[in-house]
């Protein structure tokens, strides 16, 4: 189990998260914010498929974070 970053997490109490229920959340916060651990734990946890969906359908992740996140995910 992940004890996610609070900082990463600020408008929630990050105890409170599935990483299941809330894969779209959480894969969004962590492209955007995530630190090298919790990217490695993103990609051992969910699905490349999943994670490219997520990227192209959020409308929340910054762009220069979807323009790195479409190169490294061709």
Partial sequence: VIMFRQSL????????IDPMKHARYVIERILDFGND??????FKNYSRM??????GESRVIHDK???LWSLMLR
Avoid: M
């Fill in 50 to 55: 999943l994670v490219k969906k997520t990227l």
């Fill in 9 to 16: 997490f600020w408008d929630v109490d990050p105890k409170t």
């Fill in 65 to 67: 974070s979807r323009a």
């Fill in 37 to 42: 651990r919790e990217v490695q734990w993103l």
